[in-house]
């Protein structure tokens, strides 16, 4: 996945300087909006390798997993219960595998990358809402709101997973 992330990303930023040499040159309407299209996923794709590279140089997957901010209340388990959360399991994406796999690290280990993971999703959450000012020189408001709702909503769902899935992990450790 990291690499497909990268490629993506590289693509994103590529078609982002093309359309706007080509829009500059031909001041033609459909390049200025694949530009900002182009331009709006460039940044959510650079934000979150970029958030991930700072959280993993910052926590370096030492998350005490014991604090209150990780605790998962019975009441957030059974949303994820009625969610289906369970059911997620091998279809979503993850960047770095083997950061979760219990064959590499203890579940001690695992339980601290599952912290990080989700740090990371969270400030991308937040983070996602950034594009939106994009409508201030651009217009268009609600393209960049239903993007960034969107964005926001594929990382709270690996939030999601990751609550769901701690607590087993955390009792895998406890034994």
């Known amino acids: 996945m990291a ?4 490629a993506i990303t590289l693509v994103s930023i590529l078609m982002t300087f093309l359309c706007a040499a080509l829009y500059g040159y031909m001041k033609n309407e459909l390049f200025f909006s694949l530009l900002i299209t182009f331009g709006t ?5 650079v ?4 958030v991930g590279f700072v ?19 019975d009441a957030e388990q059974k949303l994820y219960k009625s969610l289906k959360v369970k059911q997620w399991k091998g279809k979503m994406a993850t960047y770095d595998p083997s950061c979760f796999d219990n064959r590499i690290h203890s579940w001690d280990e695992v339980a601290q990358a599952m912290c990080q993971a989700e740090v990371v ?6 983070l996602s809402f950034v594009p939106i000012l994009a409508a201030i020189p651009f ?3 609600w ?8 964005a926001a909503c594929y990382d709270g769902m690996f939030v999601m997973m990751q609550r769901y899935n701690r607590p087993r992990v955390v ?5």
């Open 121 to 126: 999703h969270e400030v991308n959450v937040v």
């Open 47 to 50: 934000m979150r390798l970029f």
């Open 3 to 6: 690499k497909t992330m990268k």
């Open 55 to 73: 959280i993993d140089r910052l926590l370096d997957n030492h998350v005490d997993y014991q604090r209150r901010w990780f605790q998962v209340s």
């Open 171 to 175: 009792r895998l450790v406890k034994k």
């Open 41 to 45: 996923i460039s940044y959510h794709f």
């Open 143 to 150: 393209v960049f709101v239903i993007t960034s709702v969107l």
């Open 139 to 141: 217009g268009a408001l």
